[in-house]
């Protein structure tokens, strides 16, 4: 009665203490998927199944883990999504990060490496925190692992979302490096990476190369939402940034 449980998101009655109706989050990815980038497969093809994309030019990380998908299913993490990247919650990682914790122990285990898609300066200037960081360092705690600031972003990067952008794989060309003195604390092992959106797989697989290049053993992605088609009208959302 003194503390009722309240929705994280808008403030109304959430039956599990995180979320309303309106605002659920559903830990989980529906219909065949990718087993190497998780974007959805026709109905007629096999879970896990390796999708054209994949085939053509393979990613540099061994696959992707997310809370749910972004437009086409799941409008509740789409609004909680937005209110981190863009509204100035950045209270909301703490749950978040830790649902992606539970997500890290069940693919990597417990004790793991987890390294955040870094965020450029003058971005992080504007928006008065970088999302992915935070979200790390909330997976970390929930899936008793450590963040390690191992990547370095070299330029500024157009959203991989963004009108008019350019192909997605060339935009991050060259854009992230490992940092120096990071080899040693993530050489031989299995790192997860961590991001909010994965829109394409560009950005990750930029990341994960550079991770590779330091040592890691394998790279695998864990974010918030994956997008499954962006629309024309929601090509403005700056979904990679």
């Known amino acids: 009665m003194l503390y009722p449980r ?7 009655a959430a039956e599990d203490g995180l979320a309303c109706p309106g605002h659920r989050l559903d830990a989980t990815l529906s219909g065949p998927r990718c087993g190497r980038c998780a974007t959805g ?5 096999p879970d896990g199944f390796t999708c054209a994309g994949c085939r053509r030019a393979p990613p540099a ?7 749910g ?27 978040l990060g830790a649902l992606l914790g539970a997500l890290v122990t069940d693919r990597l285990g417990r004790g793991s490496a987890l390294v955040s898609v870094p965020l450029h300066p003058l971005r992080r200037l504007e928006r008065g925190y970088d999302q992915a960081l935070l979200l790390a360092r909330a997976a ?17 990067t157009a959203p991989q979302g963004g009108a ?51 040592g890691a053993r394998t790279v695998h992605v864990f974010c918030l939402a994956r997008v499954e088609k ?12």
């Open 41 to 45: 497969l026709s109905d007629a093809l």
């Open 69 to 95: 998908g972004y437009h086409a299913q799941q409008e509740g993490l789409r609004e909680w999504v937005l209110a981190l990247k863009h509204g100035g919650r950045r209270d909301l990682a703490a749950p």
């Open 140 to 156: 970390a705690e929930a899936s008793g692992g450590s963040v390690v600031r191992a990547l370095a972003r070299r330029r500024w």
């Open 164 to 214: 008019g952008a350019r192909s997605r794989a060339a935009n991050v060309r060259d854009a992230f490096a490992p940092r120096r003195g990071s080899a040693r604390r993530i050489a031989g092992r299995e790192v997860g990476l961590v991001d909010d959106v994965v829109t394409s797989g560009a950005t990750a697989s930029a990341c994960a190369r550079a991770l590779r290049r330091a």
């Open 61 to 67: 990380f061994a696959g992707v883990s997310a809370l």
């Open 6 to 12: 309240a929705c994280r998101l808008c403030g109304a």
């Open 230 to 241: 962006v629309r024309p009208a929601e090509e403005a959302l700056p979904l990679g940034e």
